[in-house]
């Protein structure tokens, strides 16, 4: 039981809806596929990896599940662009919510940086916070502030984090290579 509402608790953060509409035409568009090849959901349950009522919550656009929506699909034939193609999906691309300015920020300085890297020849040896500093200031790609270095290193953390780069630690100073 959880303090403020009394219910119980399923110890997760209920699921957020994103695309339902879409969920449910991809489950008509199978279920009307299904039909017009005179399946039945025993049919489809013998030649699939389905049970017959993730079959059901499928076609009902209830699964959240994108594997089983292939699946389905894959049985019938079609592959998932098809799918889509056929079901005459459509849905905006592009992000939900803006980045603040300080992520916006941070992304220019990527940029910024890769452009370094390639001019520069960048983390073939070993570089270091201060040293990208100078070479961004020196080429007046951006202002010295206070948060500079800060910034940079934000940047090669990630870079380590998606296995670009490598880091070792010397006293203060982090020591970057590419991997």
């Not at 594997?67 to 459509?90: N, P, R, W």
């Not at 910034?151 to 296995?163: A, F, K, P, R, Y």
């Amino acid at each position: 039981m959880t303090k403020n509402t009394g219910l119980k608790s399923t110890g997760r953060k209920p699921r957020k809806d994103l695309f339902p509409e879409i969920r449910k035409s991809l489950g008509l568009y199978l279920r009307k596929t299904r039909l017009s090849e005179n399946y039945s959901l025993d049919d489809i349950e013998f030649i699939s990896e389905l049970t017959k009522s993730v079959i059901w919550r499928v076609e009902e656009g209830l699964a959240y599940d994108i594997d089983q929506y292939i699946e389905y699909a894959s049985v019938l034939g079609k592959t998932f662009h098809t799918l889509f193609k056929e079901a005459m999906i459509s849905y905006p691309v592009g992000p939900r919510l803006a980045l603040s300015p300080e992520r916006m920020a941070r992304v220019g300085l990527t940029t910024k940086i890769k452009e370094l890297v390639t001019e520069e020849k960048l983390f073939e040896i070993e570089t270091t916070v201060e040293h990208i500093s100078t070479l961004l200031t020196q080429k007046k790609r951006v202002e010295k502030t206070k948060k500079l270095s800060s910034s940079i290193s934000t940047v090669l953390t990630n870079w380590v984090d998606d296995g670009i780069l490598t880091s070792r630690k010397s006293g203060n100073i982090n020591y970057y290579k590419f991997k």
